[in-house]
């Protein structure tokens, strides 16, 4: 039985795996106008390997995630991924883990930067570590040099209309969740967080005005 008006919309609907964008409708808060990858293809996420950042394999995450065009992102599989450098996201995405055990753990963590329109739902992010940094690629036809990460699990870095929701998170480096550098229209809802103290930042520097 749901017991919040976001899991009352879809959680409750028999035939959801056949209708997963319905999930969009249901979001609420700041992020309400978030619809992630709603307008584009599913992409099928098969293998769990992340062994090539500057060339991603079909079929993993990291590939689905570099993408320029909308995608509706899900698993064929429960999985564990460790990621070999910071998971770097583009524009209008849905990463969807339901009717799996999805876990990203034991590597780096998601990064959303000057991104917009990204879905983030029901998966596991722990036991995260700082990113060694590199070349890493962020989109299909570009890659650039990345400093040292944090080891946050989910940082939101100059982005808006952001919705996170159902995530289980634990035990990162640095905080759980960072949103900064002026991100808004953000929903965090139905999230569990433990083994933790910075658990989320929300601005990180009185002297610059967006945040």
Not at 33 to 51: E, H, R
Not at 124 to 129: A, Q
Not at 147 to 160: L, M, Y
């Amino acid at each position: 039985m749901a017991t919040n008006p976001i899991d009352s919309c879809w959680r409750c609907k028999k035939n959801w795996a056949k209708n997963r964008k319905i999930l969009v409708k249901c979001v609420l808060g700041f992020g309400h106008k978030t619809s992630g990858g709603s307008n584009g293809d599913y992409y099928l996420v098969t293998d769990n390997s992340d062994d090539d950042v500057l060339n991603p394999k079909p079929g993993t995450l990291r590939h689905a995630v570099i993408q320029k065009r909308p995608l509706w992102i899900i698993f064929a599989r429960s999985m564990h991924i460790k990621l070999s450098q910071e998971l770097i996201v583009q524009s209008h995405k849905t990463i969807d883990g339901c009717g799996a055990d999805v876990h990203i753990s034991y590597g780096c963590g998601i990064t959303l930067q000057f991104v917009q329109n990204v879905i983030i739902h029901n998966i596991h992010i722990h036991h995260i570590f700082p990113s060694s940094g590199g070349l890493i690629r962020d989109s299909e036809d570009h890659f650039g040099f990345r400093t040292v990460g944090d080891g946050d699990g989910i940082s939101i870095f100059g982005s808006s209309n952001i919705w996170l929701d159902h995530i289980s998170m634990s035990e990162s480096q640095d905080g759980l969740i960072d949103a900064i550098q002026g991100s808004t229209a953000i929903t965090i809802s139905n999230c569990h967080f433990t083994h933790h103290n910075d658990v989320m930042l929300f601005g990180a520097s009185d002297a610059y005005s967006k945040d």
